[in-house]
């Protein structure tokens, strides 16, 4: 989604804009913008359709913008198509004010029909371009530029983080933000906002996150923020401990190929700190026994790859704790009067901690008594702040689009949670749990040898590239595995293709198998094998080719099935999509990358989802 820094100092802008919109584009965009003030040349404002090279590439054609305080912005286009016009920053009719805005202004129409009936002519399509024109009508020359800000707030429905930069303020740069992450960063002498960490961290490690309804004024001394009343307020300032390189490709062609190679250190992050003596220990929970005691249900609310876990995770919590478990997709659970009470515990899962359907649904939980536990990889984000107990997955900056090593740190923590949960509740049966914690702990080694052979999945990828339709199938944890790859596969590589359960195959969709039809047979949970070749067999005999996933134990009999496998270490049953998300993740991977597909920012997604 769209990204926003803005900085003021004493250093030219621009470089430090376009560095920081560099480091946001893993974010997804499709147009960039600066916009700068000097004391001499007032607002100068470049922006381009496209990726930030095309921006670039302008920018290099014109004299340097001169200015020491700026904005700039990715776009990733809601109202309005994207091309240079609707790109941001935007400025008011009469160049007094330039703003960025990241979320959506939803009664925008209704301002922007105001504004219209005294005289104002806008330029763009957007939501956003109102927040600009409506600051200016409010404007009085000479007035504390705060005073229009609030009243423009005032009127504003929806969701948005902003950075305003006003004509005659050329070392001033204000921020505010509902509903759509924006935190502060100080610098010697030099302050910014940003989206993201990644954005500012090669100049400061110092940063503040905003909080809904607060207005931060920034100048080169120094930052004052305000809450919605316009209250000081004073806020506590963290430092990031990530160092620049993880958010860097160090050599790899791609991050998401990077990130997929650093899972077994990810995974040794998650678990090593939280896994002692052969128990699980998490000491940063403030959970009772008396309030995990008094759960009747647990929810799990989260979108895409995240919700895929939750559903992997559906399995082992109700097999380790004997509760109702249901998963559910964020963005219908708001709208679906969830039975949620005091006594049910929901469970929110986000990488980035600002997906905005995750987000609201944790408020409605909330509102109705529900305990928050979320699980989240980006440290201080929003859902993080809003939960009761946040269980941080330590993966470090995810920059591909595509998750990879968030989903499995997210995966290993949510088995390690209901192992942590059955022990607190005397319900984890002694030899199971113990062995599942004995396999927890080497799971990092296990997976390092998937990793390492990585020819097979480039050999598969070459003979299946060129496929418009691809099936996955499986049957219980290897069902809700088969969602992930199937994502995997489409989000990157644009080839369609459908995850079943494989026993819901006979009921329909086996109509579509014909000969060549390309089929993924997950076959790694071992209590249902069996079942898993039945269904090989059923596709076979329709022609289908079939790659089959599959532990080292099975090797000999699917080998004898199946047109091709992939093959990974046994572990316990429990924890075997952990091992076996990864073959899919290469699988996809390879496939896209023989497709010259732009794998790490795949069209139309963005890695942040903060519009509904
Ligand atoms: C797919 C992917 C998305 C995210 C989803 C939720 O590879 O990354 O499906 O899982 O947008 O994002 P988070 O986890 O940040 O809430």
């Known amino acids: 989604m769209c990204g926003i820094i803005g900085f003021t100092g004493s250093s030219p802008a621009v470089p430090i804009l376009l560095d920081g919109l560099e480091h946001l584009e893993y974010r997804g965009y499709d147009s960039a913008g600066v916009a700068v003030i000097s004391p001499e040349k007032g607002l100068q404002i470049q922006k381009r359709k496209g990726r930030l090279s095309a921006l670039r590439e302008k920018l290099d054609g014109l004299p340097p913008l001169e200015g020491t305080t700026g904005v700039g912005h990715t776009r990733w286009a809601t109202h309005g198509e994207p091309n240079d016009v609707n790109s941001h920053p935007h400025v008011s009719q009469n160049g007094r004010v330039a703003i960025v805005h990241n979320g959506i202004i939803e009664n925008y129409a209704e301002i922007k029909e105001f504004l219209l009936h005294r005289g104002v002519r806008f330029r763009s399509d957007t939501d956003s371009e109102v927040v600009a024109q409506l600051l200016d009508y409010y404007f009085t020359d000479g007035s504390d530029p705060l005073d229009a800000v609030y009243r423009v707030l005032e009127k504003l429905e929806g969701a948005y983080a902003l950075g305003i930069l006003c004509a005659d303020r050329p070392d001033m740069l204000i921020a505010a933000r509902k509903d759509a992450p924006?935190?502060?960063?100080?610098?010697?002498?030099?302050?910014?906002?940003?989206?993201?960490?990644?954005?500012?961290?090669?100049?400061?490690?110092?940063?503040?996150?905003?909080?809904?309804?607060?207005?931060?004024?920034?100048t080169p001394r120094g930052i004052d923020v305000y809450d919605e009343y316009r209250r000081p307020v004073e806020k506590q300032r963290h430092t990031i401990d990530w160092d620049v390189s993880a958010a860097e490709k160090g050599g790899y062609a791609h991050f998401m190929f990077k990130e997929i190679m650093e899972q077994p250190e990810a995974l040794r992050h998650t678990v090593s700190p939280r896994l002692r003596d052969g128990e699980v220990a998490f000491d940063e929970l403030s959970l009772t026994e008396e309030k995990l005691r008094s759960f009747r249900r647990i929810f799990?609310?989260?979108?895409?790859?995240?919700?895929?876990?939750?559903?992997?995770?559906?399995?082992?919590?109700?097999?380790?704790?004997?509760?109702?478990?249901?998963?559910?997709?964020?963005?219908?659970?708001?709208?679906?009067?969830?039975?949620?009470?005091?006594?049910?515990?929901?469970?929110?899962?986000?990488?980035?901690?600002?997906?905005?359907?995750?987000?609201?649904?944790?408020?409605?939980?909330?509102?109705?008594?529900?305990?928050?536990?979320?699980?989240?990889?980006?440290?201080?984000?929003?859902?993080?702040?809003?939960?009761?107990?946040?269980?941080?997955?330590?993966?470090?900056?995810?920059?591909?689009?595509?998750?990879?090593?968030?989903?499995?740190?997210?995966?290993?923590?949510?088995?390690?949670?209901?192992?942590?949960?059955?022990?607190?509740?005397?319900?984890?049966?002694?030899?199971?749990?113990?062995?599942?914690?004995?396999?927890?702990?080497?799971?990092?080694e296990?997976?390092?040898?998937?990793?390492?052979?990585?020819?097979?999945?480039?050999?598969?990828?070459?003979?299946?590239?060129?496929?418009?339709?691809?099936?996955?199938?499986?049957?219980?944890?290897?069902?809700?595995?088969?969602?992930?790859?199937?994502?995997?596969?489409?989000?990157?590589?644009?080839?369609?293709?459908?995850?079943?359960?494989?026993?819901?195959?006979?009921?329909?969709?086996?109509?579509?198998?014909e000969p060549g039809t390309l089929v993924v047979a997950l076959a790694t949970?071992?209590?249902?094998?069996?079942?898993?070749?039945?269904?090989?067999?059923?596709?076979?005999?329709?022609?289908?080719?079939?790659?089959?996933?599959?532990?080292?134990?099975?090797?000999?009999?699917?080998?004898?099935?199946?047109?091709?496998?992939?093959?990974?270490?046994?572990?316990?049953?429990?924890?075997?999509?952990?091992?076996?998300?990864?073959?899919?993740?290469?699988?996809?991977?390879?496939?896209?990358?023989?497709?010259?597909?732009?794998?790490?920012?795949?069209?139309?997604?963005?890695?942040?989802v903060t519009v509904e």
């Open 446 to 513: 296990k997976l390092e040898t998937v990793l390492a052979g990585t020819d097979v999945y480039q050999y598969l990828a070459s003979l299946y590239f060129n496929r418009d339709c691809v099936f996955f199938i499986g049957r219980n944890l290897d069902y809700a595995l088969g969602l992930e790859g199937s994502l995997k596969l489409k989000e990157i590589s644009y080839i369609h293709s459908e995850s079943y359960a494989a026993g819901e195959l006979k009921h329909g969709t086996i109509s579509l198998i």
């Open 182 to 218: 924006l935190l502060l960063g100080y610098g010697q002498g030099e302050n910014f906002i940003a989206s993201d960490a990644t954005a500012i961290i090669a100049r400061t490690r110092t940063v503040a996150y905003m909080e809904d309804g607060e207005v931060a004024v920034l």
């Open 525 to 608: 949970y071992g209590p249902l094998i069996d079942k898993a070749v039945s269904n090989i067999v059923e596709v076979k005999a329709r022609g289908a080719e079939v790659v089959a996933l599959t532990t080292e134990s099975q090797r000999e009999r699917m080998e004898k099935l199946a047109d091709h496998v992939m093959v990974i270490p046994d572990t316990h049953p429990a924890l075997q999509p952990n091992l076996g998300v990864v073959p899919l993740q290469l699988f996809a991977y390879y496939i896209a990358l023989q497709r010259g597909c732009d794998i790490d920012k795949p069209k139309n997604l963005a890695k942040s």
């Open 300 to 444: 799990i609310v989260a979108c895409g790859s995240s919700y895929h876990v939750g559903m992997l995770g559906k399995y082992s919590l109700e097999r380790f704790l004997r509760l109702p478990v249901e998963v559910c997709l964020a963005s219908e659970f708001r709208y679906s009067s969830p039975l949620v009470d005091e006594r049910s515990l929901v469970i929110v899962i986000s990488q980035s901690g600002e997906t905005l359907d995750s987000m609201a649904a944790l408020r409605e939980a909330k509102a109705l008594g529900g305990y928050i536990l979320s699980i989240v990889n980006v440290v201080g984000s929003s859902i993080a702040r809003e939960s009761d107990d946040v269980l941080y997955t330590w993966a470090g900056p995810e920059i591909a689009v595509a998750t990879t090593k968030a989903y499995s740190t997210q995966l290993v923590l949510l088995t390690m949670f209901g192992l942590w949960m059955a022990r607190a509740l005397g319900r984890a049966g002694g030899p199971e749990y113990a062995a599942v914690t004995a396999e927890l702990g080497l799971l990092p």
